[in-house]
Structure formats: C-alpha cells, structure tokens
C-alpha cells in the first residue's frame, strides 16, 4: 500500500508541473494574440479598401474599351482551360493547438481529391512546418515550402512566395492559384478559408449595374498598366493577409487548447487526490486492524 501511495504522489506532482506550463503557454499566446488579432483586423480592412479601389478602376475602364472583354490583363483569363492548379496551404510552425493544422490538411486533402476526380493536376506549395511534415511523411510531393514564413510573417517574404506561383500562372505553367488557411473569426473559433487569387473572376454585368463611382485615370491611355500593377498589389496582400490571419487563428486555438490542458489537469488532480485520500484511509484502517490483531493476540 506504501508504494501505491508513492506512486500517486509522483503522479499527482507530474500532473502539477503539466499543469504550470499548460498555463504559461496559455498566457504566452493570450498576450501574442492581441498583437495579432489587431494586425489581422488592420490587414482585412486593407485588403477590403484595396478591392474596393480595383472594382471601382475596373468599373471605369467599362467605358473605355473594355480590356478585359479581350483578355488584356495578365491576370484575367475567361478562356483559360482549367488543367493544373496550384494550391498554397498555410499552417503553424509548432503544434500544441488543438485540431488547427489537422483542419487546414483536411481541407487540402480534400481539394486535391476533388481536382483529381476532374482529372485536374495538383501542384502543392507549403507554409508551415506543421503542413510541410505532413505531406512529406505521406510521401507527397511539394514544389515549393518555407518553414520560417508561418511564424514569422511579413509583406516582403509573403510576395517573394506568392510572385513565383504567380509568375508561373503567367507562363501558363498553371491554370489557378489558390490559398487555403484557418483564419481567425474570433476568440473562440477558426473558420477555414479558400481563396481563389487566379485568375481573377471579372463580372461584367454585375460591375456595369454597380457603375455608379466616378473616378479619373491619368494618364488616361495607361489603364492597363494601372490595373495589372494595382492586381500584383492585390495578390501580394492576399497572400500577407492570410498570413496574418492563420498567425491569429493559430494563437487563438493554442490559447484554448492550453485552457482545456490546464483545467483536464486539475481535474486529474482532483481525482488522484480523492483516489490518495482512499488509499491512506485504506491504509490507516489495515494499520489499526493490525494492532488490534496484535492486542487480541497477547491477551
């Protein structure tokens, strides 16, 4: 009995000092989520000014010769066969967040398996360690992975990434490029998102009913130039945005899985204590039979 109550001190000691670093990561990634939930908010609401601008161009150049009825601009396409398609995948670089990156590889796994039912080619470029060991484990191929962009994210490496699965798509190598991350929603959920970034989808009978902003180009014979400049930026912000976003995700959902971590331990500890107290009570009760055993004994 003298062991067994050893062995649940240890075991409740354990516990404890899961317990405390549960905790201190849980606080490590409240106090990083601020920061991060603030740059993903300023990030969205950036990307939203920024379509905004290029609709409203777009919607001017309707009545200037309607580039994009002739597939002028690199990155309109409507005549475009779909046949190989380029899929960009963000996950952390650390685990210890719950089902964050198990979610996003879901979600890429089942894109791949309903490109390949089109008998569509798929092309995988990786951000994140968490993803890149994934698929390197189930021995499927990457053309392209960083493992240092998820953590730490920034405009200059998100283009550098982006412009090359971009540059492809211009030489025709590809036929559509897509992003697939676990954004933030809010502090206590992720939602997956699936953007397509080429080719662009252009609307035109929607853009011509909603053609109501005036605005002025100059110079005036340069519109294509304007556009196709103004769509890189776009791209390139996509791509930083979803950065952003996955970083405040992934901190989000480690801060809730340390939370469950933390209060599964205390309530393990609760169970061992009650299950020690027994134990010495058990104990205690077998002493004193014993020793009454004894005395009868020497009567």
Same mark, same amino acid.
């Given at each position: 009995?003298?062991?067994?109550?050893?062995?649940?001190? @240890?075991?409740?000691?354990?516990?404890?000092?899961?317990?405390?670093?549960?905790r201190?990561?849980?606080?490590?990634a409240?106090?990083?989520?601020?920061?991060?939930?603030?740059?993903? @908010?300023?990030?969205?609401?950036?990307a939203?000014?920024?379509?905004?601008v290029?609709?409203?161009?777009?919607q001017k150049?309707?009545?200037?010769?309607?580039?994009?009825?002739?597939?002028?601009?690199?990155y309109?396409d409507k005549?475009?066969?779909?046949?190989?398609?380029?899929?960009? $995948?963000?996950t952390?670089d650390?685990?210890?967040c719950g089902?964050?990156?198990?979610?996003?590889i879901?979600?890429?796994?089942n894109?791949?398996?309903?490109?390949?039912?089109?008998?569509?080619k798929?092309?995988?470029?990786?951000?994140?360690?968490?993803?890149?060991?994934?698929?390197n484990?189930?021995?499927?191929?990457?053309?392209?992975?960083s493992?240092?962009?998820?953590?730490?994210?920034?405009?200059?490496?998100?283009s550098? $990434?982006?412009?090359?699965?971009?540059?492809?798509y211009?030489?025709?190598a590809?036929?559509k490029?897509?992003?697939?991350?676990?954004?933030?929603?809010?502090?206590?959920?992720?939602?997956? @998102?699936?953007?397509?970034?080429?080719?662009?989808k252009?609307?035109?009978n929607?853009?011509?009913?909603?053609?109501?902003?005036?605005?002025l180009i100059?110079?005036?014979?340069?519109?294509?130039?304007?556009?196709?400049?103004?769509?890189?930026?776009?791209?390139n912000?996509?791509m930083?945005?979803?950065?952003i976003?996955?970083?405040a995700?992934?901190l989000?959902a480690r801060?809730?899985?340390?939370?469950?971590?933390? @209060?599964?331990?205390?309530?393990?500890?609760?169970?061992?204590?009650?299950?020690?107290?027994k134990?010495?009570?058990?104990?205690?009760?077998?002493?004193?039979?014993e020793?009454?055993a004894?005395?009868?004994?020497?009567?």
């Amino acid at each position: 009995m003298g062991n067994s109550l050893k062995d649940i001190r @240890k075991e409740i000691s354990s516990i404890k000092n899961v317990q405390k670093t549960t905790r201190a990561m849980k606080l490590v990634a409240n106090s990083k989520l601020r920061k991060a939930v603030e740059a993903a @908010k300023r990030s969205k609401i950036y990307a939203e000014k920024l379509n905004e601008v290029f609709n409203d161009i777009v919607q001017k150049t309707l009545s200037s010769g309607n580039i994009f009825e002739k597939n002028d601009i690199l990155y309109v396409d409507k005549d475009r066969v779909i046949k190989k398609v380029d899929i960009i $995948f963000v996950t952390s670089d650390k685990g210890l967040c719950g089902a964050f990156n198990a979610n996003t590889i879901k979600a890429v796994v089942n894109i791949i398996n309903n490109y390949k039912s089109q008998d569509i080619k798929i092309r995988l470029r990786g951000i994140g360690k968490t993803g890149i060991r994934y698929f390197n484990f189930n021995e499927i191929e990457l053309y392209d992975e960083s493992d240092t962009l998820s953590s730490n994210p920034s405009d200059e490496s998100a283009s550098e $990434f982006i412009m090359k699965a971009v540059d492809d798509y211009i030489k025709g190598a590809t036929d559509k490029v897509i992003i697939v991350h676990n954004g933030f929603k809010n502090m206590l959920s992720q939602e997956m @998102k699936i953007t397509e970034i080429l080719p662009f989808k252009i609307d035109l009978n929607e853009l011509k009913e909603n053609n109501t902003g005036e605005m002025l180009i100059e110079p005036a014979d340069n519109e294509k130039a304007i556009l196709e400049e103004l769509a890189k930026q776009y791209i390139n912000y996509n791509m930083f945005y979803a950065l952003i976003d996955s970083l405040a995700a992934e901190l989000s959902a480690r801060m809730q899985a340390m939370d469950t971590a933390t @209060k599964n331990a205390s309530d393990l500890v609760r169970e061992l204590t009650i299950k020690l107290n027994k134990a010495r009570q058990a104990a205690i009760t077998t002493e004193l039979v014993e020793i009454n055993a004894g005395v009868e004994a020497m009567k």
